[in-house]
């Protein structure tokens, strides 16, 4: 069973920092996502990555597969970027039953 | 294109009651998966359906069933309900190696 470990648990920054956040795993996988969670409940797939780095606007996704490890960052942060932010890993694609870090809770302050 | 739909938005059910819930995949996905997410926890996968059939199952009691229609389209059903069964139920779509796509899901509350 994979084990996702996410931190940090809550981060709150000034608008316009630049943000990190950390995502462990213990088994080895095929695929990483990041997801966005906002009050409310609704979730959104920011990345699925298996390998390097993606880019997406002011939003970066890196794996590093070796060393188990995935980082997520926000360039010049907004207070609308304020959410939970998941990371979960599965063996097999899009469609694998995931699991799931606790999240971090990332609130931007004006 | 209408992403993935789940009925109902909230719900409220009595301890020892039956509920069913109802997931619509994005246009064009086959496989639907369903994760339950207690307050301040990440989601914990329940089970997942593709062709009509289960095709993986997470840690959960036989009391969690689900079926899945040949539109592809989805139902949970929870039997027995307890009190630690309130939680929000989330349905992801995708196909093949797309990325998923997660409806708003739906809030229980057992009383």
């Known amino acids: 069973k994979n084990e996702v470990e996410q931190s940090p648990q809550n981060l709150t920054a000034q608008e316009g920092e630049f943000i990190t956040i950390n995502c462990s795993y213990s088994v080895g996988i095929s695929a990483l996502h990041w997801l966005q969670q906002h009050p409310g409940g609704g979730i959104v797939s920011l990345f699925m990555l298996s390998s390097g780095k993606k880019k997406h606007g002011r939003l970066i996704a890196t794996i590093n597969i070796q060393e188990k490890h995935s980082s997520l960052h926000i360039t010049a942060s907004h207070p609308r970027d304020s959410a939970v932010y998941i990371c979960?890993?599965?063996?097999?694609?899009?469609?694998?039953?995931?699991?799931f870090g606790k999240g971090t809770h990332l609130i931007i302050q004006p | 294109d209408a992403g993935v739909t789940q009925s109902p938005t909230h719900l409220i059910k009595t301890r020892g009651q039956q509920v069913t819930l109802r997931c619509s995949p994005k246009s064009g996905h086959d496989t639907v998966s369903w994760y339950q997410q207690a307050l301040g926890q990440g989601p914990q996968f329940i089970f997942q359906?593709?062709?009509?059939?289960?095709?993986q199952r997470g840690n959960f009691p036989d009391r969690f069933s689900g079926h899945q229609f040949p539109n592809y389209s989805s139902e949970l059903n929870v039997n027995a309900l307890l009190l630690g069964d309130s939680a929000l139920y989330l349905c992801?779509?995708?196909?093949?190696?797309?990325?998923?796509?997660f409806g708003n899901g739906t809030r229980l509350t057992v009383t």
């Open positions: 979960a890993v599965g063996s097999g694609g899009g469609a694998d039953g995931l699991t």
């Open positions: 992801a779509s995708s196909g093949g190696w797309s990325p998923l796509h």
């Open positions: 359906y593709y062709e009509e059939e289960e095709r």
